[in-house]
């Protein structure tokens, strides 16, 4: 990622790490576990991987909007990471560089650790400053969601027949 690491999340999910990286790994469950997304739209055929792209319908703080994300790296069933090409939120305008990384880990037997990292620049002073007073910790209370949704999400796959 080229952007500053801006903040790191990790929580413990009662299930192997297959499982869970089933979940993230298609972007089609994303509504059901990523609290923001309301619809991802794949422009890419085929499997997912480093270089195909989604469109997430999303509504952060209220508003709604788009952003389409490019995958950079996808390490089955360890790692994925996007960068986002655009948006309609004005993160865009804020921040240089926006990306974020999903890491599944080995927890004890039959369970895992999900780690996200996010990375962005702030373009100037100014959203330098707002980044600390604000952004960064709106960042973790959406990151600290979508772990939560995972979590959810996937365990209840694995209690499922």
Not at 27 to 53: R, Y
Not at 127 to 138: G, K, Y
């Amino acid at each position: 990622m080229r952007g500053e690491h801006q903040l790191s999340r990790e929580l413990a999910i009662q299930a192997p790490r297959d499982r869970v990286w089933a979940v993230v790994a298609d972007s089609k469950l994303l509504p059901e576990w990523a609290p923001p997304v309301k619809q991802v739209n794949s422009l890419s055929e085929g499997p997912e991987g480093v270089g195909t792209t989604r469109v997430c319908r999303v509504k952060f703080g209220g508003r709604d909007g788009t952003m389409t994300e490019r995958c950079v790296e996808f390490d089955p069933p360890h790692r994925a990471g996007y960068v986002v090409e655009r948006d309609s939120l004005g993160f865009g305008r804020m921040f240089a560089d926006y990306g974020f990384t999903i890491s599944i880990g080995d927890g004890p037997p039959g369970s895992s650790m999900a780690r996200t990292d996010t990375y962005y620049t702030p373009r100037n002073p100014l959203f330098r400053l707002i980044n600390a007073m604000i952004m960064r910790r709106r960042f973790a209370r959406t990151v600290d969601e979508l772990l939560s949704g995972l979590k959810r999400s996937t365990e209840s796959r694995v209690l499922s027949p």
